[in-house]
């Protein structure tokens, strides 16, 4: 309830500008065709109401209200009313009446699309009625030059107005977007790549390194008995090992190398324009900063890292098979003793030895 009030809140705060400036210059057009009507004083005492007290009044009830949003698209419709009210007491004069009705229309459709443009019409039409009750019905074909000036701001700033709030919103949305579109791709306890992105990226590198023949490396990452660790010390401190390990990979790589988490304890990087004996020593490097990390609530804990290492192939048919290589180096170091760094067999013979280990 409390994200769609704040929804409701802003809102009511993009229309309110809109509304204040609509309805103050809007008050001019009336008041011009309105003058040579001699009509009684309390007409006069309404319009000055509706042009400069009902929207800060219409702002206030959105804002109080439990459902803001809604509240608002009520006051739309009052505004459509009043329009239709105003147009028929000035006796449809033609230039005045669809300056206002229009602009009206125009807000309620940018505002609330087709659903909202009808019934801003049918309250219009309501309007209209009720003038007509009042003062009867009649119409002034007649438009003077006074008139066609007075209309001209509405017709100039209020579309600006209107125009300008719907630019701001176009970028807040866009915002959002990109905003969503990095948090599909983001792990939220990390903060690196997730699962899908990570493979993504992978399989565009991999056509990189094939067109331009260019060396790069992949790092699979996994943490020792980890379950052992959760087990032991409980999940709050396991993820504070899966942070840790994650502040490490940004600090120790370079800003080219894409680092993300492949899934539950394993970590996965690529390592571009990197030759595999570099690539070995950092993540080697890695392995011993995280060796000799401690938590300051339990500081018996010990984290060591198992890490494979598969430096591209032109021989690989794709971005499966080179990750393969680097999973099988993962196991051949978990296999034989853990915390250390291996190099898959089939970039072995690139560059020895074939594993790090403390």
């Not at 105003?86 to 005045?96: D, F, R, V, Y």
């Not at 800003?255 to 004996?277: H, K, Q």
């Amino acid at each position: 309830m409390e994200n769609h009030r704040g929804k409701g809140l802003s809102f009511a705060r993009r229309i309110y500008m809109p509304r204040a400036i609509g309805l103050g210059i809007g008050s001019l057009c009336v008041a011009v065709a309105l003058y040579p009507l001699n009509m009684p004083m309390w007409v006069w005492v309404l319009m000055l109401l509706n042009a400069f007290v009902w929207p800060h009044v219409a702002f206030q009830l959105s804002r109080r209200s439990t459902f803001p949003y809604k509240a608002e698209r009520r006051n739309l419709i009052y505004d459509s009313l009043c329009g239709g009210f105003w147009a028929a007491t000035i006796q449809l004069n033609p230039l005045t009446t669809v300056t206002i009705l229009s602009m009206m229309a125009m807000n309620n459709v940018a505002t609330g699309g087709l659903r909202l443009f009808v019934l801003g019409s049918l309250s219009q039409v309501a309007g209209v009625l009720t003038s007509w009750l009042l003062f009867g019905m009649s119409f002034n074909p007649t438009t003077t030059p006074l008139q066609v000036w007075a209309c001209l701001p509405i017709l100039t700033l209020y579309p600006w107005a209107v125009g300008m709030v719907c630019y701001r919103l176009a970028i807040k949305l866009s915002e959002h977007k990109r905003t969503l579109s990095a948090l599909s791709r983001t792990d939220s306890l990390t903060g690196l790549l997730n699962h899908g992105a990570w493979k993504d990226l992978l399989q565009l590198k991999f056509q990189n390194c094939r067109q331009h023949q260019a060396p790069a490396t992949i790092a699979l990452i996994d943490i020792d008995h980890f379950k052992a660790i959760n087990d032991t010390y409980g999940h709050i401190i396991g993820d504070s090992v899966l942070r840790q390990l994650s502040v490490e990979l940004k600090r120790n790589l370079r800003d080219s190398a894409l680092a993300g988490r492949y899934g539950g304890d394993e970590f996965c990087v690529i390592l571009p324009s990197i030759p595999l004996d570099q690539a070995r020593e950092v993540m080697d490097r890695l392995r011993k900063v995280l060796h000799e990390y401690r938590h300051r609530e339990v500081p018996e804990l010990r984290v060591s890292l198992s890490i494979g290492l598969a430096c591209f192939h032109p021989s690989y048919a794709d971005s499966i098979a080179w990750l393969d290589d680097a999973d099988k180096a993962l196991y051949l170091a978990k296999n034989t003793g853990r915390n250390k760094v291996s190099v898959a067999a089939s970039s072995a013979d690139l560059d020895t030895p074939s594993a790090l280990a403390v």
